[in-house]
């Protein structure tokens, strides 16, 4: 959906997938702001389009002016534009840029103080104990990550692994540190338990396990969500968003993902390595 092509695992599969709502109304504006123009020289008007979804503009040719016809009345134009400029804002390149750099600087912050956390820390000694690569400030990285579900991924570059957080999502502190609990457990697995990432059974396992043991799947969360219930909540949470995860992998395309995690969530929900119990 967001073009980003990079191999990547449960967290967030930025691959190929349907048209997201960014462009959608970006071919909206093409079709439309050619007819958006004044009838006299006088009044003639060239717009410069860049449709905003949050991350990066839409196609490069939404960017461009139009030059504006002489078939379109003045005043119809006028309104046409106000429309448009109340539902779908447009800002200028500068603006844009500058609002790019907000949401990474904020992003950054907002990992600086998840890495602070009790959850994270724990973590990142856990995969220190294990052997694994070292993991320091570095490790996460703050890109955009445009039309992708989820708000972070565990991605594997040959031998070396990453976080990475999507700064153009909308995300609470509360939901970053959760998100950078959740792909450290894929990173303490495919370590300590030398998991295949290629193996959807695999994958759902630590599918599983992040989703348990991340605090994403407590009552406060859920409860946010509006689903609530006082039998078995955290168990269907886990089995949901596990699911939810494995299904944007192309790993589990040939797989009946549901029948699968049923299948591993005995075992690999009972097991909280490396925590003594469940958080």
């Known amino acids: 959906e967001g073009k980003r092509k990079s191999r990547a695992v449960p967290g967030a599969y930025f691959g190929k997938g349907t048209s997201s709502w960014h462009e959608i109304l970006c071919n909206i504006t093409r079709f439309s702001v050619a007819k958006l123009a004044s009838g006299t020289e006088r009044n003639r008007r060239c717009w410069v389009v860049v449709l905003e979804s949050g ?59 998840a890495l602070k956390t009790p959850m994270v820390r724990f973590m990142i000694e856990a995969l220190h104990r294990s052997g694994c690569t070292a993991v320091d400030e570095r490790y996460f990285q703050c890109e955009p990550c445009g039309g992708v579900a989820a708000g972070a991924g565990f991605q594997v570059r040959e031998q070396d692994t990453r976080v990475v957080v999507c700064e153009d999502k909308p995300l609470s502190q509360r939901m970053v540190d959760q998100s950078v609990t959740h792909e450290l457990i894929h ?34 969360s859920e409860f946010d969500r ?26 589990c395309a040939e797989n009946d993902v549901e029948e699968l995690i049923d299948k591993v969530f005995a075992t690999c929900y009972r097991d909280t390595t490396p925590f003594e119990k469940r958080p």
Request: proline share 3%.
């Open 55 to 113: 991350s990066a503009p839409c196609a490069s040719d939404c960017g461009k002016a139009h030059e504006c016809g002489a078939a379109c009345n003045p005043r119809l134009c006028e309104q046409r534009l106000r429309l448009r400029e109340e539902n779908f804002p447009y800002v200028s390149m500068a603006e844009s840029k500058a609002n790019r750099k907000e949401q990474h600087d904020r992003c950054c912050e907002s990992v600086a103080k």
């Open 187 to 220: 990173a303490f697995d495919r370590c300590h338990f030398k998991i295949d990432l290629t193996k959807c059974e695999h994958l759902a396992c630590t599918e599983i396990r992040a989703s348990s043991l991340s605090g994403e799947c407590d009552w406060r």
């Open 226 to 251: 509006g689903n609530f219930s006082f039998r078995q909540q955290h168990q269907a949470c886990v089995k949901r968003r596990a699911a939810l995860s494995c299904k944007m992998n192309p790993v």
